[in-house]
């Protein structure tokens, strides 16, 4: 049976999206206390796929899964999952907003309910969890204490928490990029549902002088090869020079993509495939209930 990470514990927004990859799937799913933890899993060999969060439509990237896949694993993007994401504020026991003091979640989920937490419970202290799941389960374990967590509907029915206000996120449409990453490629992924096809290429240019990143970004365009993302890491070598992430909707053997890579690299770039996979998008029905 297939072993599969995902940042835990039980009821993550992580475990969600890792049971949509393998709905009809006999796989066993084991939670690790971090992303970083989960990713050396399958670099490891301890387990054949790790689940981890990308990208975020109101925060973001998830920066710890870039620079770790950039920096620390050599594994490939197998397949890509955007789930809709709906954030509750839960408890252990009814409380009323005021009476919270402190407010526990994963960053990410923090930073999609700014707006709430600024209109409604601007004294709370905020602090950051592992998971939202794991900030689900530790105010459910005292639940008198003058705390309450953000987090999913999965983790209220999971831990047995009381809903105090459901939908906090501060734009109705949050999204999370999920991604499904392992050794090698997978072709058998690629399925008639998916959306797209895309490529995630790492770029690093060979050197910084006028029009360095526009002679990157022409060879794609002429081409026409439609760019989903483009983002900056830092290489963490020294201050100004970064890696370019770019997603591009084309598969990896598309002639085109390959003379695009090939100019890239003519210009004296370090070109990295970070895989050629499908996307999936997945609605998720009655977040708010158990
Ligand atoms: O804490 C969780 O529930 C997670 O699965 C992590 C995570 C993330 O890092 O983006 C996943 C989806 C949401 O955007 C919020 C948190």
């Not at 995902?6 to 971090?34: H, K, N, W």
């Not at 694993?73 to 509750?88: D, G, H, M, N, R």
């Not at 050197?207 to 794609?220: E, H």
């Amino acid at each position: 049976m297939k072993r599969v990470a995902y940042l835990g514990p039980q009821g993550t927004f992580t475990q969600e999206a890792a049971r949509r990859f393998f709905a009809e799937q006999d796989v066993q799913m084991i939670p690790f206390t971090s992303i970083p933890n989960a990713l050396n899993a399958v670099e490891d060999k301890e387990v054949d796929h790790a689940v981890v969060p990308l990208e975020n439509s109101i925060e973001g990237s998830v920066t710890m899964t870039m620079d770790w896949l950039i920096h620390h694993v050599s594994l490939k993007l197998q397949a890509e999952l955007t789930l809709p994401i709906a954030q509750q504020l839960l408890a252990g026991s009814h409380k009323e907003l005021q009476e919270v003091r402190t407010i526990l979640s994963h960053p990410q989920a923090i930073s999609q309910c700014r707006t709430f937490l600024h209109e409604h419970m601007p004294h709370a202290e905020i602090e950051f969890t592992p998971s939202t799941a794991e900030a689900v389960k530790r105010v459910t374990s005292d639940p008198d204490k003058p705390w309450a967590a953000i987090g999913p509907s999965f983790a209220r029915s999971i831990y047995r928490a009381e809903l105090l206000r459901s939908d906090i996120q501060d734009h109705e449409s949050n999204r999370t990029r999920f991604v499904l990453v392992g050794a090698t490629d997978l072709p058998q992924l690629h399925s008639p549902n998916a959306i797209a096809v895309k490529t995630t290429l790492v770029i690093e240019l060979a050197s910084d002088y006028p029009g360095a990143l526009y002679q990157v970004l022409a060879a794609f365009a002429w081409r026409s090869i439609n760019m989903t993302k483009i983002e900056s890491r830092p290489t963490k070598k020294r201050l100004g020079s970064y890696h370019f992430i770019l997603d591009v909707e084309r598969k990896i053997d598309d002639v085109l993509l390959s003379g695009a890579i090939a100019e890239v690299e003519a210009l004296g770039c370090d070109v990295q495939c970070f895989g050629s996979y499908p996307a999936y998008v997945h609605q998720v029905v009655n977040t708010t209930t158990d």
